[in-house]
Structure formats: structure tokens, C-alpha cells
């Protein structure tokens, strides 16, 4: 069904956007005519379908190519096996099969209707016979939206162009049957607010609150990777509210709704929450290329950057749990940073995060008050070296949280503190200009510990490393000879050294 543009819209009708959507998609046009004849000359109905559609007509450039087809599965393979691309079907099981043409990956499913059963945490796949019963399935109605190929009619049977105009997330059925269908489309809602600053329609968003907690049936993974998306965003603050205003985040990362702790005349301290979602924006705001007064241009973390972002909202999870009131009306979260980094590894891990994520958000949460004992610059070389060698590759990524972690709205305390980073990073790099800091080792291997102390590998070898790691950032770079003579210093000292 084709469906005007009302006239109420800025264009006042559909042709000019269209035209404009078209020419966006200018590039894919040939591939896409040419599926499409080959679909309708077997007999089949085709059409572009969902983000790609939604992005032509905001300009945006849409990642991968999504098609809807009556085709079997079987169907659309044989086809794309004749047509003479490469396929794939670990979709098959959902009705779709992948192809590439170059560097442009189509993805092609038969229409379909997903729902799950109660308390299942797999969608059942049952396949729909039109157009318009695969587009009310889908999760919102600007992702309703489809163009039939080869003819490029314009189909919108639920007035998703109307709702981009407004920027409104509307489900095409009834949210309540829609959300109960795929609950992760409740995700997906504040996924899109963070991307694209749409909000969410009332009734949509009251059906999330009402039904935050079947999110629990979707499995982690998919939540998970939902999660990356929407921290990845443009804006992630509109979409994490979201997630804590609807009860979504009680269910999926609880430990950021916990942050919301009470504030009041007796008890000052900082709205953690809101503070947290203002460290992650700074944070945001801090990646790509960057200068220090006094260095100029400094190594920058490329954004997106996720393991920064993380870390960045889940640097004080250890508050609450970590909270006490002192006498005066003072509050104190002492070690919280030690607290946090168990919770973050504990809530990632759950959420099937990479070990690598894992251990890299952990440990930025670690250390991201390590710079405070800096003070006004008294740490000496020793305590440098150590502060870089414990974030070892983090440390440009801890240089941006550090920062990050100031909120206050005292100016003049905050540009002390950037003054102050500003000389903590002045000092690294004139350390490491002077030492390979970034590459500080002990100046004898394990062979040559081994050979000096004649022990085999061992745990005994590895605290004799470490002891001369430790020599090697309090006194620097003393040579072999010197610490040769402290290695056996140090063994002189130890109870190994009498079986030797």
C-alpha cells in the first residue's frame, strides 16, 4: 500500500523527499534494481526494508542493505547462487541469506513474523504471506517503511515519514503486542533516542514501564549488544535515562539506577547518577585529537570508543555500596574504586562482554582516582613511573577519564585541576622521552635473573622480577651491573636462598 505524504509535513508532499531519499541511495541503485528484477522475474516480491529506507530519507548512510521478500529461503539462495555472489545462512533459522556484492553487504529475509513464548528467550519464526504483515512486525513505524524493487514505489502503511518528521518512536501495532513479540524493540527504543534524538511516544513508552521486566527473557548477548550500540551513539545520556526512567536498567545494568542516591541539605554530596551520565558526555566530548598546554597535539583515543565510555559510566558504581555518613554531616566512599572495579567486571561478565572489555573497563575503573593523591604536583618521578606503568596501554584512555571525572561547577577549582593534569601529563612525557617509560622492564630478564640466582622458572623467579620492576620505577634506569648487585641483595634476604 502506498501512502501519501500528508501535506501538513514541511514538503507538503512525498515527491521531493523521495527524490532526495533516492538519490542518497543513488549508489546501491544498480544492485538493488538488479535483485530486484531477478526476484520478480522468478515471481517474487521484493523490497528494501527498515533502517535503510529510514537513513535514505535523514541522509544518513545505512551500514548494510536489508530486503524483504515472499521467497522461501531455499528460494532466495538458489537465486543468489545463479546470480553469482557469495552467500551465506546463519540467518536461515529466521528466514534470511546473506550475500556481498564488493564491499556492500546485502541481507535478504523472507517475511516473517517473530513472537516468543512465554518465559523462552528464542524467538518462534513464523513466516508471513505480504508486505504489510511483514512491516506491522517490525519494531517501530519509521522502520516501517519499504521500497518495492525494481519499481521503487514507496510503501508506508503505518505514517512512519510522518513520524521522522516528528521525531517520535511509534510501534505499528499496539506497543503492548509489539514489545511482548521481541521485548529487545524496548532497547531498541532508547537506542534510537541516543542515535538519532527521536522521543518516544507516550503510550510506548508507558507499555516499556509496564513491561521492563520481560526484557529478562531476551538473552544477554542480544542485550548486550543492543547496549554497545547505544553507547557507541551519538548522544547515549537520552537512551540511558530511558533505560532507568522505564525500569528497563533495574533488569539489564541495575548498578546505574542504584547510583540515584538521595541528596539533601545534611548529607552534601553529589547527585552520583546525574554525575555519572555528565563524566560519560565529557568523556565523549574529550575523544578524537586533543592538546595539553605546554605539549600541544597528544596521542588522542579515537571515538567512538566503547571501553572508555564504559568505564566512564561505570566509574563510581561502588558508591552506594561503599557509602557512610560521617559525624558533621560529612559522607564518605572510601575504596569505592576497589568495589567498583569487582562490580564492573561482575555486571560485563554477566552481559557476555569480551574478556578483553572486561579487564580493560575494570581496571580504568581502578584507577580513576589514582590522580587525586597527586595533589599539587609532590609526586616524584617514582610515583609517575608507577602511575603510568599501571595503566600501561589504558593510559591515554585514563588521561580522558581522569579529566573527565570533574563536574564541579566551581570554575576556578576546575581549571586547577586541568592545570594540574595538564602538568601530570607535561611530566610523563618528559619521562618517557627520557626512560621508553611506556616500555619500562627491569634491567635483567628472567633469563638473566635465573642465570644470576641459578633457579629454575618459578614463582621465586617471578617475585625476584618484580622486586627489580619495583627498584626500576622508584630510582629508574641504574644499569645491569647495579642491579645485578640488588638482585643479590634482595636473595641474600629470602629463605629460598639457603636451599639454593
Known amino acids: 500500500m502506498s501512502t501519501p505524504y500528508r501535506p501538513e509535513l514541511v514538503e507538503g508532499s512525498i515527491t521531493p523527499l523521495l527524490e ?3 538519490a542518497h541511495l543513488a549508489p546501491d541503485l544498480p544492485l538493488l534494481t538488479e535483485i530486484g528484477e531477478m526476484f520478480t522475474a522468478a515471481g517474487h516480491e521484493i523490497a528494501l526494508v527498515g533502517g535503510p529506507v529510514r537513513d535514505a530519507f535523514l541522509g544518513r548512510t545505512s551500514p548494510d542493505i536489508d530486503l524483504t521478500t515472499s521467497a522461501s529461503p531455499d528460494q532466495t539462495e538458489a537465486l543468489l547462487k545463479k546470480w553469482g555472489g557469495p552467500t551465506w545462512d546463519m540467518g536461515r533459522a529466521f528466514g534470511t541469506i546473506g550475500t556481498r556484492r564488493g564491499a556492500t553487504v546485502v541481507e535478504i529475509t523472507t517475511y516473517r513474523a517473530d513472537a516468543y513464548e512465554p518465559g523462552s528467550r528464542k524467538p518462534v519464526v513464523a513466516f508471513g504471506d505480504s508486505l504489510d504483515e511483514d512491516l506491522v512486525r517490525r519494531d517501530f513505524a519509521v522502520n516501517a517503511m519499504a521500497l518495492r524493487l525494481p519499481s521503487l514505489e514507496f510503501v508506508d502503511p503505518y505514517d512512519g515519514l510522518d513520524d521522522l518528521a516528528g521525531r517520535r518512536l511509534r510501534t505499528p501495532s499496539a506497543p503492548e503486542i509489539s514489545f511482548s513479540d521481541d521485548p529487545l524493540r524496548m532497547m531498541r527504543a ?3 533516542a541516543a542515535q538519532l534524538g527521536f522521543h518516544v511516544e507516550p503510550s510506548a513508552e508507558a507499555a516499556m514501564t509496564d513491561m521492563a521486566d520481560r526484557i529478562s527473557i531476551v538473552s544477554a548477548e542480544r542485550v548486550r549488544d543492543e547496549l554497545v550500540k547505544l553507547l557507541l551513539a551519538p548522544n ?3 537512551g540511558l535515562a530511558l533505560l532507568v526512567d522505564t525500569g528497563l536498567a533495574d533488569h539489564i545494568l541495575p548498578e546505574l539506577p542504584a547510583l540515584r542516591l538521595e541528596v539533601d541539605e545534611h548529607h ?4 552520583v547518577y546525574e554525575h555519572s551520565l555528565t563524566v560519560l558526555e565529557q568523556a565523549i566530548a574529550l575523544e578524537g585529537p586533543r592538546s595539553v598546554a605546554g605539549l600541544g597535539p597528544v596521542d588522542p583515543v579515537q571515538g567512538p570508543d566503547l571501553v572508555l565510555r564504559l568505564a566512564a559510566l561505570l566509574h563510581d558504581i561502588g558508591k552506594p555500596a561503599t557509602r557512610r555518613f560521617e559525624p558533621g554531616g560529612g559522607v564518605s566512599f572510601h575504596h569505592h574504586e576497589m568495589v567498583g572495579a569487582k562490580m564492573t567486571r561482575h555486571r560485563l561478565r554477566a552481559l557476555r562482554f569480551d574478556k578483553d572489555t572486561v579487564k580493560q573497563v575494570s581496571r580504568l575503573v581502578e584507577l580513576h582516582l589514582r590522580f587525586h593523591g597527586y595533589g599539587g604536583g609532590e609526586w616524584t618521578d617514582s610515583a609517575v613511573r608507577r ?3 599501571d595503566a600501561g596501554p589504558l593510559l591515554s584512555r585514563l588521561h580522558l577519564l581522569t579529566r573527565s571525572d570533574t563536574t564541579t561547577r566551581n570554575r576556578r577549582k576546575a581549571e586547577r585541576l ?9 611530566r610523563i612525557v618528559k619521562l618517557q622521552d627520557a626512560e621508553e617509560l611506556a616500555a619500562v622492564r627491569p634491567e635483567l630478564d628472567g633469563n638473566q635473573i635465573a642465570q644470576t640466582l641459578g633457579i629454575e622458572p618459578g614463582p621465586v623467579l617471578g617475585r625476584a622480577y618484580k622486586h627489580l620492576l619495583g627498584v626500576r620505577l622508584d630510582q629508574g ?3 645491569e651491573d647495579a642491579a645485578r648487585a640488588e638482585l643479590l641483595r634482595w636473595w641474600a634476604d629470602q629463605p629460598e636462598s639457603a636451599e639454593a
Open 236 to 238: 547515549p545520556r537520552e
Open 268 to 271: 552534601r554530596h553529589k547527585d
Open 190 to 192: 532508547a537506542r534510537f
Open 418 to 426: 586541568s592545570r594540574t593534569y595538564d602538568d601530570l601529563e607535561a
Open 20 to 22: 532526495r531519499a533516492l
Open 477 to 479: 634506569p641504574i644499569g
Open 387 to 389: 602511575y603510568v606503568t
